[in-house]
């Protein structure tokens, strides 16, 4: 696979030929349609300042190349990509399928999608279009279509973008239209709906296809397995939308590599089902400054990213570069800021570094997110600070096209984790990504790389495997997980695991289900917890420093076999075992059955990360100091310093900073906010 992966990266027409050629790609979208052309010719110029090689064009541009229906001007656009071009600024082409123009709205109000309420959404704001119309999609076919003939071959174009931020959900009649047509793909007829959903509970039987509809509005709790299917169905209703644009763009004769911007663990649709479709992934992140912890799980979207696109390259195709405009707070970032979050993208495996937008707006509804140029012009510390990130980004050429090589897979699925956040459950505060976070930021304070897999994954290349939450299980997945085992990996698992089958029926018998018997233990109840923390014993927690408790759910389990290192002290579960853990074959499994406590599972994932051989890149720290990052990324060992304290870290002699050229011996200091990029010395 990883040779694949190299003849991939370096065919004409991918990402790796861009990159290759480019270095990594820095810009960001440009907006030219926002601006009288008198400032194209600024913008060209300070783009060439700031280093940017980059620019995404067009995104929302429909009204533009089509101010009426069926009229076609791209005159504008001609003398845009001609003059990025002379520039030799790379542009990535975006079908403008994301905004139309309200005339479609007007004229075809099938277009406009409906909410879950049945209210017909209007222009005026921005993606006013649902997936299912046909007519929509003829209109953003044809446009798409017509921009693809023209600009095919044109020297500027390097990539393709097609519509942006996919995410529209539509309840309407004809998305209802579409929804049946989906569930007769899966099941065939509608008796295996019927068996599917569970339809003999609350009389909820379907004589016959007609009578299904979306989830809309309802009196009491809508059924989980329809629910569960209408998020399927959308997600792959907006794939075909994208589908059949990439398509046309390859059909008008364009060569060069087509993608969308994903938006990271985004609810609404299965970026793993899409991985494949893409060229090449790209993802928006937008971590809130307010947030000092953001920059964790920022760090599990990158390690997301890099894992759909099975460890090629990856772009940030957009972040800002200080205050965003969407929450209701936006605290700014410093310059300093700006070029860490750029820089944590790279050592996770971004190839490519963009912002939204290479202009600040001066009119509509984004007028106060930041940009690449302020309002206040290039005289800003802010646009200093661009161009420092582009001279950085030079610099780091040396990692272009390397991956980051991880023993430690951590296990996420889109199903699993809708169907686990279904309403009616034992307890609405046990919430997939918090879980799903805080086991992964135990392997973030170690250094430990880790990819995000498909719970049937190919799990050979890793020695720990993670499960905070594998609601649905599947036999495939359960057999991958205990093989990994049985060759000598240690699983751990969390609680509320093995729960339900793929149509989120629960699974009858002990649990967790298909995982009983590497697990070695079955439980028979799923308790939430009282609101104090239930304190947790056994002879394995000799720790004094944190609390080892258990709260929101636990488990009412017995040992069928693996050893119990913590037991209830008191509560609903006194006396019985919470963590357990069980030797099988090679390897071992460890189980959690219930929320334990970060001490408690700071000491389980460091013991089975151990145990299991895995080491952070800085194997002389356990654990590294307070929001202090540590990335391998091919050659180069990155150092991020996310903290308010100055770290000293020990490092290998011999290795120099690709940013700084300074030389490093044994201990390297990074001040706060400050990046090192450390490689081998040639000399050494
Ligand atoms: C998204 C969109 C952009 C812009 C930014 C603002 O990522 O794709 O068009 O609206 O958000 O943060």
């Known amino acids: 696979m990883r040779e694949k992966m190299s003849t991939e990266t370096s065919a004409t027409g991918s990402f790796g030929a861009v990159t290759a050629e480019r270095g990594i790609c820095f810009g960001g979208d440009y907006n ?69 123009p309200p005339w479609l709205g007007i004229r075809y109000p099938e277009t406009l999608p409906v909410d879950q309420d049945g209210v017909r959404l209007v222009p005026g704001s921005r993606n006013q279009f649902s997936p299912a119309s046909r007519v929509y999609r003829e209109h953003a076919l044809a446009i798409s279509r017509d921009l693809a003939a023209r600009y095919a071959t044109h020297p500027a174009v390097r990539m393709w973008h097609v519509g942006n931020e996919f995410g529209q959900v539509d309840f309407g009649d004809e998305a209802a239209r579409e929804f049946r047509r989906w569930l007769h793909t899966r099941y065939g007829g509608v008796d295996g709906v019927n068996t599917a959903w569970g339809t003999a509970f609350w009389s909820q039987h379907y004589a016959d296809f007609d009578e299904i509809l979306p989830p809309r509005r309802a009196p009491y709790l809508i059924n989980p397995t329809q629910s569960l ?21 390859r059909e008008a004769g364009a060569t060069q590599p087509i993608t969308t911007n994903f ?12 991985a494949d479709d893409v060229d090449v992934i790209a993802d928006d992140q937008y971590p809130d400054p307010a947030d000092p912890q953001s920059a ?61 937008q290479w202009r600040a707006s001066s009119a509509g509804a984004e007028r106060f997110h930041a940009a690449m140029l302020p309002h206040a012009g290039a005289d800003t510390d802010l646009f200093r600070g661009v161009c420092r990130q582009g001279a950085d980004l030079r610099l780091l050429r040396p990692v272009v ?18 169907a686990a956040e279904e309403p009616a459950r034992p307890t609405e505060r046990l919430v997939a990504m918090e879980q799903l976070g805080r086991w992964y930021r135990q392997l973030w304070r170690r250094g430990i790389a880790v990819d995000v897999v498909a719970p049937d994954a190919d799990l050979d290349r890793y020695r720990l495997v993670l499960a905070p939450q594998l609601y649905i299980t599947e036999p495939d997945a359960a057999a991958a997980l205990e093989r990994a085992v049985e060759r000598g990996a240690h699983l751990v698992v969390g609680p509320f695991s093995g729960v339900a089958d793929r149509n989120a029926h629960v699974l009858i018998g002990r649990s967790p289900a298909l995982l009983r018997e590497v697990m070695g233990v079955s439980g028979e109840e799923w308790c939430a917890l009282p609101d104090d923390d239930v304190v947790l014993v056994g002879d394995w927690w000799q720790q004094t420093d944190g609390a080892a408790e258990a709260s929101i759910l636990g488990e009412r389990l017995r040992t069928d076999g693996a050893e119990v290192l913590l037991s209830y002290a008191d509560g609903p579960l006194a006396g019985l075992p919470a963590v357990a853990r069980n030797s099988r074959g090679a390897g071992a499994a460890w189980h959690l059955g219930a929320v334990v406590s970060d001490a408690v599972l700071s000491k389980i994932l460091g013991e089975a990360a151990a145990a299991a051989g895995v080491r952070g890149v800085v194997p002389e720290l356990d654990v590294l100091p307070d929001l202090l990052e540590a990335v391998q990324r091919g050659p180069v060992l990155f150092l991020l310093n996310h903290g308010t304290e100055e770290q000293r870290i020990p490092v290998r002699p011999g290795l120099v900073d690709l940013l700084t050229s300074e030389a490093t011996d044994h201990v390297v200091t990074v001040r706060p906010g400050e990046v090192r990029a450390l490689i081998e010395r040639a000399d050494s």
């Open 229 to 249: 299917d209408f998020r399927r169905f959308t997600s792959d209703l907006l794939r075909e939308c994208y589908r059949e644009i990439r398509d046309a763009i």
């Open 296 to 356: 964790v799980d920022i760090a599990l979207t990158q390690d997301l990213m890099r894992s759909l696109g099975g460890g090629r390259p990856w772009i940030l195709m957009e972040q800002a570069t200080t205050a965003i405009s969407w929450r209701s707070h936006n605290l700014p970032k410093s310059p300093q800021k700006a070029r860490l979050d750029s820089l944590q993208a790279v050592a996770r495996g971004a190839d490519g570094v963009c912002y939204f």
């Open 401 to 418: 096209g390397s991956t980051v090589e991880a023993e430690v897979a951590i296990v996420f699925d889109w199903s699993s984790w809708w």
């Open 32 to 100: 030219p349609e926002q601006w009288d052309s008198s400032v194209w010719r600024e913008d060209v110029e300070l783009m060439r300042r700031a280093g940017v090689n980059l620019v995404t064009v067009g995104v929302f541009s429909w009204a533009r190349i089509e101010p009426s229906p069926g009229v076609r001007d791209f005159a504008w656009l001609d003398e845009v990509l001609d003059l990025l071009h002379a520039a030799g600024i790379a542009v990535d082409l975006a079908t403008p399928t994301a905004s139309p």
């Open 263 to 274: 938006m990271g663990f985004f609810a609404l649709v299965d970026y793993r089902s899409w």
